[in-house]
C-alpha cells in the first residue's frame, strides 16, 4: 500500500515538478502518510519481510527529501500569499518537518538506512527549518494562546499539541538526546 500510495511523488521525483497536496493518494493518509511509513518501517525492523522490503522501505527516503524541498516551497509561498493563514501554514510546516525528522532519524536508528554526507546534510537542513518555523510559532505567541485557540478552533488546537509532540521527537533525534526503542 505505501508504495502505490506513493507512485505519484515517484512520478514528481522523475519529473523534477512539484507535487501539491490535494489530499490525493499518501496525502490522504493521517500526517501526509508519515505514520503509514513509520508503521511499515517498524514492521519490517522487526522482522517482517527480508532484504527485498528492507530495501524498498529505504527507497522512500528520496521521496522524503523531495517532499523537504517541494512542501516548503508551497507552504512557503502560500504564506506569502495568505498571510493571514499564518497559523495553519505554520502549524503545517512544523508538522510536516517533524515527522520528516521523527521518519527518517527511526529509519536510521532501526538499520534500514544509513544517511550519506549529501542526506544528512538535508537532515540538518531540516532539522534548521524546525528550529526556525518553531521560532515563528513563539514569536506569534501561538503556544501562549492555545486555551484561546482551543475555543476559536479547536482542530487547530489538535495539530499544534499533537504535531508540537512529533517535532520535538524528531528534534530529539536529530541531536542525538532521543532513542528509538521496538
Not at 524528531?170 to 526503542?181: F, K, T
Given at each position: 500500500r505505501l508504495d502505490a500510495e506513493s507512485a505519484f511523488l515517484r512520478e514528481g521525483v522523475a519529473a523534477g515538478v512539484d507535487v501539491p497536496k490535494r489530499g490525493q493518494h499518501l496525502f490522504s493518509y493521517t500526517c501526509g502518510g508519515a505514520h503509514l511509513f513509520q508503521g511499515v518501517a517498524f514492521?519490517?525492523?522487526?522482522?517482517?519481510?527480508?532484504?527485498?522490503?528492507?530495501?524498498?522501505?529505504?527507497?522512500?527516503?528520496?521521496?522524503?527529501?523531495?517532499?523537504?524541498?517541494?512542501?516548503?516551497?508551497?507552504?512557503?509561498?502560500?504564506?506569502?500569499?495568505?498571510?493571514?493563514?499564518?497559523?495553519?501554514?505554520?502549524?503545517?510546516?512544523?508538522?510536516?518537518?517533524?515527522?520528516?525528522?521523527?521518519?527518517?532519524?527511526?529509519?536510521?536508528?532501526?538499520?534500514?538506512?544509513?544517511?550519506s554526507e549529501a542526506e544528512g546534510k538535508r537532515l540538518d537542513y531540516a532539522l534548521a527549518q524546525l528550529v526556525a518555523t518553531v521560532e515563528l510559532i513563539e514569536r506569534a505567541g501561538l503556544f501562549a494562546k492555545l486555551p484561546e485557540l482551543r475555543v476559536?478552533?479547536?482542530?487547530?488546537?489538535?495539530?499544534?499539541?499533537?504535531?508540537?509532540?512529533?517535532?520535538?521527537?524528531?528534534?530529539?533525534?536529530?541531536?542525538?538526546?532521543?532513542?528509538?526503542?521496538?
Open positions: 514492521a519490517v525492523a522487526r522482522g517482517h519481510g527480508g532484504e527485498a522490503e528492507r530495501a524498498r522501505v529505504a527507497a522512500h527516503v528520496p521521496l522524503w527529501l523531495f517532499r523537504l524541498d517541494s512542501e516548503l516551497r508551497q507552504i512557503d509561498a502560500a504564506l506569502q500569499a495568505r498571510p493571514d493563514y499564518g497559523p495553519i501554514l505554520v502549524v503545517q510546516r512544523m508538522k510536516f518537518l517533524g515527522h520528516l525528522l521523527e521518519s527518517l532519524h527511526k529509519l536510521a536508528a532501526m538499520g534500514l538506512w544509513t544517511p476559536a478552533n479547536e482542530q487547530l488546537y489538535l495539530d499544534y499539541v499533537g504535531d508540537a509532540a512529533h517535532a520535538l521527537r524528531g528534534l530529539e533525534l536529530a541531536i542525538g538526546q532521543g532513542e528509538v526503542r521496538y
